[in-house]
């Protein structure tokens, strides 16, 4: 595709309950980015995928977050449980290699609101 | 611990009146430091890599320059269509750490 696409847009949802959230990189991008961005803050980063490993998830706050990317491509993190202090745009990332320093190409985020 | 810090947190100035954005960096083994342009609702759009100090880069009204310990991001001539949340980050490791930006406004 033509950049970085997030799915959904919006998501409100009720605490304790589980979300899933879907990124599709750029095409070709071997490596992806999670990151979380609350208001006035910068993106914070969660994890971070080499292929279809994580190379990198020591930004994840706690067991109740997770991520997978099956094939190499599109990417999905779940949180379990979800608490109020989870809501935050969540913003997926892809670059053409990880390992930096490489430009990162941020998809348009996904606000998750936890009521 | 790698720090980012932006200042100003808002500026706002006058079609035509230049300024900078600074961001200072504390990092180990720094990789690059990058720019992106946030406006509202939408990810970040990437501006520019600085991986020395001493580089400097340019596009269209803005300037980057880097040193050991800060970054500028220069405007020269603003346009209101330049408003827009500018943000810094720091590569060390595999992901990047952002400053908290900063908004800038340019009134017509």
């Known amino acids: 595709g033509a950049g970085v696409s997030q799915t959904p847009s919006n998501k409100v949802t009720e605490k304790g309950k589980y979300v899933e959230l879907r990124c599709d990189p750029i095409?070709?991008?071997?490596?992806l980015y999670w990151y979380r961005q609350s208001l006035g803050q910068g993106p914070e980063f969660l994890i971070y995928f080499q292929g279809t490993g994580a190379a990198d998830d020591s930004g994840l706050p706690n067991d109740r977050f997770f991520a997978v990317r099956p094939e190499g491509s599109v990417s999905t993190l779940k949180i379990q449980r979800t608490e109020r202090g989870d809501s935050a745009v969540y913003l997926c990332?892809?670059?053409?290699?990880?390992?930096?320093?490489?430009?990162?190409?941020f998809g348009p985020g996904t606000r998750l609101t936890v009521t | 611990e790698d720090q980012v810090t932006q200042s100003p947190e808002a500026l706002r100035l006058q079609e035509g009146e230049s300024s900078s954005l600074n961001c200072s960096y504390t990092v180990s083994g720094l990789r690059g430091l990058f720019w992106y342009r946030q406006d509202p609702g939408k990810g970040p759009e990437f501006l520019f890599t600085?991986?020395?100090a001493g580089e400097e880069k340019e596009k269209e009204r803005l300037k980057a320059t880097l040193t050991k310990k800060e970054s500028f991001l220069h405007i020269t001539a603003p346009k209101p269509e330049d408003s827009a949340t500018y943000l810094c980050a720091v590569q060390a490791g595999n992901d990047m750490r952002f400053g908290a930006g900063t908004r800038l406004t340019v009134k017509p």
């Open positions: 990332a892809s670059s053409l290699r990880g390992g930096g320093p490489y430009e990162q190409y």
């Open positions: 095409s070709g991008h071997t490596a």
């Open positions: 600085l991986y020395s």
